[in-house]
């Protein structure tokens, strides 16, 4: 064999195994007896993702993650389409779940976290966050939605709930506020008014969690709380921050590791560093939503 041939044999077995997607996960071509499989399955990997996402992709990948794996279902005129994103770990699959999934419309007959309507399916179990589309959303197909969702779930290991969740005291916790944050496209979803980029220093690797809560005097205040590694770290995440709160945010008062904040329309935060953990707690976040 000529050594160009080796050389490409050899590439190919260190191609990574994400790379191939996740078919066995798929549905049969003849699923429920009358939906076949519509085109080639599709698989993007890693950055590929752009080109199935106009827009949106970088927060997949500032989560971590790492193939999508597309198919696209027929019967007769109507149409699903299957999109199973397999994330880096379950704290990813969960973190994107939780932005995308808007208010939650359970169905009692599905058992692993999801929100469903006349259009879509979306779910999240382990590490990966699937989406099943009715291109018509027909109400009647809402039950052939969840069987194709039963299907995939069915192949999937299920995982603990990532330990980042309990670090949100639950009294007064508002429903459905819950988010997970990695870096700057999800921290300036939820707290944009703070600044630009990785203000928190999370790198893609340590997540944050973010809830609001109910004030006294009427609105709400966004909470976000990050652990890291070390009080070093976290000591460094609070000077970083500090450096680059947003302008139009004047320091109110500052001392050790705490830091009060706030802006001309007499709303107020507070930065706060107590060991390796670092805390938000910004008024004014929720009152640019």
Same mark, same amino acid.
Request: proline fraction near 7%; aromatic fraction near 8%; charge should be negative.
């Given at each position: 064999?000529?050594?160009?041939?080796?050389?490409?044999?050899?590439?190919? &077995?260190?191609? !990574? =195994?994400? /790379?191939?997607?996740?078919? @066995? *996960? %798929? $549905? +049969?071509?003849?699923?429920?007896?009358?939906?076949?499989?519509?085109?080639?399955?599709?698989?993007?990997?890693?950055?590929?993702?752009?080109?199935?996402?106009?827009?949106?992709?970088?927060?997949?990948?500032?989560?971590?993650?790492?193939?999508?794996?597309?198919?696209?279902?027929?019967?007769?005129?109507?149409?699903?389409?299957?999109?199973?994103?397999?994330?880096?770990?379950?704290?990813?699959?969960?973190?994107?779940?939780?932005?995308?999934?808007?208010?939650?419309?359970?169905?009692?007959?599905?058992?692993?976290?999801?929100?469903?309507?006349?259009?879509?399916?979306?779910?999240?179990?382990?590490?990966?966050?699937?989406?099943?589309?009715?291109?018509?959303?027909?109400?009647?197909?809402?039950?052939?939605?969840?069987?194709?969702?039963?299907?995939?779930?069915? &192949?999937?290991? !299920? =995982?603990? /709930?990532?330990?980042?969740? @309990? *670090? %949100? $005291? +639950?009294?007064?916790?508002?429903?459905?506020?819950?988010?997970?944050?990695?870096?700057?496209?999800?921290?300036?979803?939820?707290?944009?008014?703070?600044?630009?980029?990785?203000?928190?220093?999370?790198?893609?690797?340590?997540?944050?969690?973010?809830?609001?809560?109910?004030?006294?005097?009427?609105?709400?205040?966004?909470?976000?709380?990050?652990?890291y590694p070390s009080g070093e770290a976290a000591s460094e995440a609070f000077r970083h921050l500090r450096e680059k709160l947003d302008?139009?945010?004047?320091?109110?008062?500052?001392?050790?590791?705490?830091?009060?904040?706030?802006?001309?329309?007499?709303?107020?935060?507070?930065?706060?560093?107590?060991?390796?953990?670092?805390?938000?707690?910004?008024?004014?976040?929720?009152?640019?939503?």
């Amino acid at each position: 064999m000529k050594k160009p041939a080796v050389l490409a044999l050899l590439l190919l &077995g260190m191609a !990574p =195994a994400w /790379a191939s997607g996740d078919p @066995g *996960l %798929l $549905p +049969p071509g003849d699923f429920l007896g009358a939906w076949a499989r519509h085109e080639s399955t599709r698989v993007f990997p890693g950055a590929e993702l752009y080109g199935h996402i106009d827009g949106g992709a970088e927060l997949f990948l500032e989560f971590g993650f790492d193939v999508l794996t597309l198919q696209r279902y027929r019967r007769g005129e109507d149409e699903f389409v299957l999109e199973i994103y397999r994330m880096a770990d379950p704290e990813a699959a969960l973190g994107i779940y939780l932005m995308k999934c808007g208010r939650e419309t359970p169905d009692a007959g599905f058992p692993d976290r999801h929100t469903v309507g006349r259009y879509q399916l979306a779910f999240v179990k382990g590490r990966y966050y699937v989406l099943v589309t009715s291109v018509e959303g027909r109400a009647e197909l809402q039950p052939a939605l969840l069987e194709f969702g039963r299907s995939v779930a069915a &192949g999937i290991s !299920p =995982a603990a /709930a990532p330990a980042v969740l @309990g *670090l %949100l $005291p +639950p009294e007064g916790l508002v429903e459905g506020s819950v988010r997970l944050i990695r870096g700057p496209y999800a921290l300036q979803s939820v707290a944009g008014s703070l600044g630009e980029g990785d203000l928190l220093r999370l790198g893609g690797r340590i997540a944050a969690v973010a809830g609001d809560y109910p004030q006294p005097g009427g609105g709400v205040s966004t909470r976000v709380i990050a652990d890291y590694p070390s009080g070093e770290a976290a000591s460094e995440a609070f000077r970083h921050l500090r450096e680059k709160l947003d302008p139009l945010l004047k320091v109110l008062g500052e001392g050790g590791d705490r830091l009060v904040f706030g802006d001309g329309a007499g709303r107020f935060g507070v930065i706060s560093r107590t060991g390796g953990r670092l805390a938000v707690d910004d008024d004014h976040i929720q009152a640019q939503a």
